[in-house]
Each structure stands twice: as structure tokens, then as C-alpha cells.
């Protein structure tokens, strides 16, 4: 899949982006373990016009990751426009436009998943953003909000010039419950002239090629990296030896070089207790990692558990 001067590989495989997941540090694991490109949290537009601080942190990024895209989201053309413009985006390969996103708070701001039930919207969206840059654009979406309308939006943001798209093969109702359908991947697929990137329930080889059977030009993994960033390396088959607790130490340092350990104490939990969701542990091990108060003790806690079993 090469789009213009950026090369994704045959069918590559892509992490998601995941609000409050996808930071510089898990994208930077990811990349090392494979992964053909990273995606940033989803970036507000208008955030980053009037309050760049803020959006500041979203936007960092190592030398580890291959292909960088950025997520932006955001209902007004002109803010999109300026997004893929400004000075902190300059270092990535291609621009998203979240399309897909349920989170309540983004849609009733007509953001994100809203889009699906605006098409006249949407296309002016990815029209402006496509007139501002020269990197390749892509378009994140659902099954549907109000109805499942995925081929009408699919086939309107290919109209409007967006160069990929990325499928989430749920309804926006669905939320991350239910199974992903990949009848719906495929037949999208066959809608479209430009590469579809299929998204949902790969967590092994076997959900991998039940994906690309639908005949996607890439897949996308979320949820099944999170606390397992080799995984990447397990689907494309690549014999890599994983010291889980280094990765998640790696992940950690990474952090501590942007952020403070105030701040970081209390995000890290949810990653700690990923990583050790295959542990056969204690409610009181697990206990001790979601609440974080000293990184190093967890980590130790961690190393001490990864070697038990």
C-alpha cells in the first residue's frame, strides 16, 4: 500500500490510535515490535489553534515508529484546515480525520461519529483538509450512528479525496461490545477503489486472516495490543525473544523523559495492569498496580511476577 512518496508495505499492520492508550511510549514499543505505522490519541483541532499546550504532549514522538499519522477530529472545516498546517504536526507522514469516534462528549459536539449523520459536513471536512497538505489522508469511521450508511460514507469519502480509509466494522450504539463485522469489511471493500483498512477483533494469526479474507488493504489493531505490544511481531510471524518486563520498562522511560512522575504515576496504572492481564495473579497484586504510588516498586512488583510465571 503506497500512497505517494509514503510506502505502508503489503498490507501492513497499524496500531490505532486510543485515546488515552496511544502514547509516545506504547507507540514507540509497538514500532519496535513491527508495527508498519502509529497513529497519535485523537487531536483536537480547535485545541490546537487556541490552547497548543494542551495538545502539546499528544503530538511527541521517537525515532522508533516507521510511518507517524496524526489523528485530528473536529466539525469545522477551517479549524481541520489549519490543523494539518501548524508547526507540531510537521513531523508526520499522513493525516487521519476521526470520523468513527462514540465517546459521548465528541459527539454531541457533532465530532467524530456525529459526521456519519452529516456527509454534506464531512465531505467539506476532508475537501479543506485534502487542499491543505500533500500528505496522504485518511478517514476513520464506523458501521453507522443513526443507520448503518458505512458504503454511502465510504464511497462520499472517496468522492471527497480522502486516499484510505480505516473501517471500524462497528455501529457507533456498539460501542467496543459485540463482534466486529467483517461481512461489512468486505463489502466495503468491494465498493471502493481506494485501500480500505479493516479495524476490529484482531488479537491472533487466526482473526488476522479471517480480516484479510475480506480482502483489506491493512489491518489495524486497538485493544488487542494493549499490555501486549508484541504483538506485532507474533502476527507477522517474526521469532523475537519478549523480556515483558524490559518492554514495559522501556515503555516507562520513554514517559519519564516527557512527563512528570507525579502525573505519570497515575496514568501508568491501566498500563501495568494490561501487561499483566495474562498473570495468573493475585486481586491483591492487581490491587497494588492500580494503585500506582511509587513506578519503580510496581515495576519490580512486575519483574517479580513476569519471572514466577
Given at each position: 500500500?503506497?500512497?505517494?512518496?509514503?510506502?505502508?508495505?503489503?498490507?501492513?499492520?497499524?496500531?490505532?490510535?486510543?485515546?488515552?492508550?496511544?502514547?509516545?511510549?506504547?507507540?514507540?514499543?509497538?514500532?519496535?515490535?513491527?508495527?508498519?505505522?502509529?497513529?497519535?490519541?485523537?487531536?483536537?483541532?480547535?485545541?490546537?489553534?487556541?490552547?497548543?499546550?494542551?495538545?502539546?504532549?499528544?503530538?511527541?514522538?521517537?525515532?522508533?515508529?516507521?510511518?507517524?499519522?496524526?489523528?485530528?477530529?473536529?466539525?469545522?472545516?477551517?479549524?481541520?484546515?489549519?490543523?494539518?498546517?501548524?508547526?507540531?504536526?510537521?513531523?508526520?507522514?499522513?493525516?487521519?480525520?476521526?470520523?468513527?469516534?462514540?465517546?459521548?462528549?465528541?459527539?454531541?459536539?457533532?465530532?467524530?461519529?456525529?459526521?456519519?449523520?452529516?456527509?454534506?459536513?464531512?465531505?467539506?471536512?476532508?475537501?479543506?483538509?485534502?487542499?491543505?497538505?500533500?500528505?496522504?489522508?485518511?478517514?476513520?469511521?464506523?458501521?453507522?450512528?443513526?443507520?448503518?450508511?458505512?458504503?454511502?460514507?465510504?464511497?462520499?469519502?472517496?468522492?471527497?479525496?480522502?486516499?484510505?480509509?480505516?473501517?471500524?466494522?462497528?455501529?457507533?450504539?456498539?460501542?467496543?461490545?459485540?463482534?466486529?463485522?467483517?461481512?461489512?469489511?468486505?463489502?466495503?471493500?468491494?465498493?471502493?477503489?481506494?485501500?480500505?483498512?479493516?479495524?476490529?477483533?484482531?488479537?491472533?494469526?487466526?482473526?488476522?486472516?479471517?480480516?484479510?479474507?475480506?480482502?483489506?488493504?491493512?489491518?489495524?489493531?486497538?485493544?488487542?495490543?494493549?499490555?501486549?505490544?508484541?504483538?506485532?511481531?507474533?502476527?507477522?510471524?517474526?521469532?523475537?525473544?519478549?523480556?515483558?518486563?524490559?518492554?514495559?520498562?522501556?515503555?516507562?522511560?520513554?514517559?519519564?523523559?516527557?512527563?512528570?512522575?507525579?502525573?505519570?504515576?497515575?496514568?501508568?496504572?491501566?498500563?501495568?495492569?494490561?501487561?499483566?492481564?495474562?498473570?495468573?495473579?493475585?486481586?491483591?497484586?492487581?490491587?497494588?498496580?492500580?494503585?500506582?504510588?511509587?513506578?519503580?516498586?510496581?515495576?519490580?512488583?512486575?519483574?517479580?511476577e513476569f519471572e514466577k510465571y
Amino acid at each position: 500500500m503506497k500512497i505517494r512518496e509514503v510506502d505502508f508495505g503489503e498490507n501492513p499492520i497499524m496500531l490505532a490510535p486510543m485515546a488515552g492508550v496511544s502514547d509516545v511510549g506504547f507507540r514507540a514499543v509497538c514500532s519496535s515490535f513491527g508495527a508498519d505505522a502509529t497513529v497519535t490519541e485523537m487531536l483536537s483541532a480547535r485545541a490546537m489553534q487556541h490552547n497548543p499546550k494542551k495538545t502539546e504532549f499528544l503530538t511527541l514522538s521517537t525515532e522508533f515508529e516507521k510511518i507517524k499519522i496524526a489523528q485530528i477530529f473536529g466539525h469545522e472545516p477551517d479549524y481541520m484546515q489549519k490543523a494539518v498546517k501548524n508547526p507540531l504536526l510537521e513531523k508526520y507522514d499522513s493525516f487521519d480525520i476521526n470520523m468513527g469516534c462514540p465517546a459521548p462528549k465528541i459527539v454531541k459536539n457533532g465530532e467524530g461519529s456525529a459526521l456519519m449523520d452529516n456527509l454534506p459536513l464531512a465531505s467539506k471536512i476532508i475537501a479543506a483538509v485534502k487542499q491543505s497538505t500533500t500528505k496522504p489522508v485518511s478517514v476513520k469511521f464506523r458501521k453507522g450512528k443513526s443507520t448503518e450508511n458505512f458504503v454511502e460514507f465510504g464511497r462520499m469519502c472517496q468522492e471527497a479525496g480522502a486516499d484510505f480509509v480505516t473501517f471500524h466494522a462497528r455501529t457507533v450504539e456498539q460501542g467496543y461490545s459485540g463482534k466486529a463485522d467483517y461481512e461489512a469489511i468486505a463489502t466495503l471493500k468491494s465498493k471502493l477503489s481506494i485501500p480500505v483498512v479493516g479495524n476490529g477483533d484482531v488479537v491472533d494469526k487466526q482473526s488476522l486472516e479471517r480480516l484479510r479474507q475480506t480482502g483489506v488493504d491493512g489491518v489495524m489493531i486497538g485493544r488487542g495490543a494493549q499490555g501486549k505490544p508484541w504483538i506485532f511481531a507474533e502476527l507477522k510471524g517474526i521469532e523475537t525473544k519478549v523480556d515483558k518486563y524490559e518492554v514495559v520498562k522501556k515503555h516507562i522511560e520513554i514517559l519519564r523523559e516527557y512527563f512528570d512522575e507525579n502525573w505519570l504515576k497515575l496514568y501508568i496504572r491501566k498500563h501495568l495492569l494490561w501487561y499483566a492481564k495474562d498473570l495468573p495473579t493475585t486481586s491483591q497484586i492487581r490491587l497494588k498496580l492500580a494503585t500506582c504510588d511509587d513506578i519503580d516498586l510496581c515495576l519490580e512488583l512486575l519483574k517479580s511476577e513476569f519471572e514466577k510465571y
